[in-house]
C-alpha cells in the first residue's frame, strides 16, 4: 500500500483529495521504534506529529512523584502529536513503542509549508480537529475505557438534541458528516468507526443511508451512552 492510499485511512486526512494527498505524503518521514523505545519525551518541545503506520504505542504520564500511568494507546491508523505540530508547545507525555513500531513523522516546518500551498486544507483539519476536541470533553469517561460503539452512542444522543429533525417517532439528523469526519471526532481509524455505527445500526437503534443518519429508537440509544 502506497503511503497516499495509507493516509485515506487516516481519520484526520480521510477527507483530502488525492491531489492534496501526494504532496502530504512526500513531506512524511518513516521512523522506526523497538519494544521500550522513547519516541519523545513529556515536556520536550512540541514540533511535529506522528501516525502508526504498524506496531502500538502508549502514551506515558509522569507524576511530581515519579509514578508513571499509561493515558491511551495508540495503533495502526491512528496518530499522536497533532496538537503539539500545531502550537509548537511542549508534549504533554510522553511517547514509548510496546512493539515494533513503524511510525510516519511529519514536522511543523514541513506541515506549515504544505498548508501554504494548499490553505483549503487548513479549513478541512481545524474543522475536524474542533469537533474531535469538542466531543472529547462532552463524552469523555476518566474512570474507564469506554467501548467505541458507546462513545459513538454519546456523540450521536448530542447531535440528536443540536441537530435533530423529529419526525413522528425518528429523529433525522441535520448534521451530515463523512465516515472520515466521524472517525476524527472519535479519535480512531474510519473502518473502526463504520464498525461502530454497524453495531448500532444492527441493534435497531440508527439508520444509515450515505451521509444521512437517522436515530429510530432515542431511549435505546441513550441508554447504550450511559
Known sequence: MSTEQFLRNVSLFANLTASELE?????LVARQYMPGD????????GNSMYIVRSGLVDAV?????????TLAQFGPEQFFGEFGLLDGLPRSATMIAREPSDLLKLGRTEF?????????????LLVLLSRRL???LQTADPLDAVDLPVRLARVLVQFAERYGDHDESRIHLSLRLTRGELAG?????RSDAEQALAVLDNQGLIGVRG?????????GLRTVAS
Open 134 to 136: 469538542r466531543f472529547a
Open 211 to 219: 451521509l444521512q443518519l437517522t436515530i429510530y429508537d432515542m431511549v
Open 61 to 69: 504520564l509522569t507524576s511530581e512523584d515519579d509514578s508513571e500511568r
Open 185 to 189: 471526532i472519535l479519535g480512531c481509524p
Open 38 to 45: 522513547t519516541i519523545f519525551n513529556q515536556g520536550s518541545p
Open 23 to 27: 504532496p502530504l505524503a512526500r513531506r
Open 112 to 124: 506549515f509549508g504544505f498548508l501554504e500551498m494548499y490553505p483549503a486544507v487548513s479549513i478541512k
